[in-house]
């Protein structure tokens, strides 16, 4: 039996929520780690109190779920994009969730000496009543606080939530060239985030090295989960 199961659909049709609000259910009676990963429509403003009653139901039935807006963007109900932006958008959003579940993925299989098990996980993110995603790049070094501030930026945005009211826990996955990933500047960087995201929160970091060539670039996923 799985340990962790991730469920991804786009909002704004019934077929979608159906399903995975169904196989959420079923997935749950098995003691799995139920992760939902939704995108949500923004081209009717109309939808909103809609997609809200459906991310309450599916809340019910998991762990924890991610809203990612059809922006590509934080939810930003504010800014609907014109008809025929619509693909770049759509095409956006399975991006941007693409990276929370691949994300996810990697984080529980770091290597021996940074490894987050899916009981950490658990522990971390079970039972929120919101969770944001955010990701930045940059080179590293010095900017790693940078990098972690502009991440941690668009996951309070995607959750909704705010440092030292209701952000309860946060895991931190920073990735790159090992020769960027030395103590000397990853320790650093891993205390600006903690700064950033307050004393109240409890932070898990995880460090994995990237041996791909013609990768230069320092990237840092954060998932916040909401109380």
């Given at each position: 039996a799985s340990s962790m199961v991730v469920l991804m659909t786009g909002m704004g049709g019934a077929t979608g929520m159906t399903l995975i609000q169904e196989t959420a259910k079923m997935v749950r009676r098995t003691g799995a780690l139920t992760?939902?990963?939704?995108?949500?429509?923004?081209?009717?403003?109309?939808?909103?109190?809609e997609v809200a009653k459906e991310l309450v139901q599916l809340k019910e039935v998991s762990d924890v779920v991610f809203a990612i807006a059809q922006t590509g963007h934080p939810l930003t109900w504010d800014a609907i994009p014109p008809v025929q932006e619509r693909a770049r958008s759509l095409l956006n959003a399975e991006r941007w969730m693409l990276h929370c579940v691949a994300g996810l993925l990697?984080?529980?299989?770091?290597?021996?000496?940074?490894?987050l098990g899916v009981r950490e996980m658990r522990s971390l993110l079970a039972g929120a009543k919101g969770a944001g995603y955010g990701v930045a790049e940059g080179r590293?070094?010095?900017e790693l606080g940078c990098i972690g501030e502009a991440a941690i930026t668009q996951a309070l945005a995607c959750g909704s939530g705010r440092v030292g009211e209701n952000l309860r826990s946060a895991l931190i996955v920073i990735s790159g060239p090992a020769a960027q990933l030395r103590w000397s500047s990853v320790e650093?960087?891993?205390?600006?985030?903690?700064?950033?995201?307050?004393?109240?929160?409890?932070c898990l970091f995880g460090v994995q090295a990237s041996n791909y060539r013609g990768?230069?670039?320092v990237m840092t996923e954060v998932w916040l989960a909401f109380s």
């Open positions: 992760v939902a990963v939704v995108s949500m429509p923004v081209d009717d403003p109309l939808w909103k109190a990697r984080a529980v299989a770091l290597p021996a000496r940074t490894t590293g070094g010095k650093p960087g891993k205390n600006e985030i903690r700064h950033l995201l307050g004393p109240e929160t409890s990768c230069s670039s």
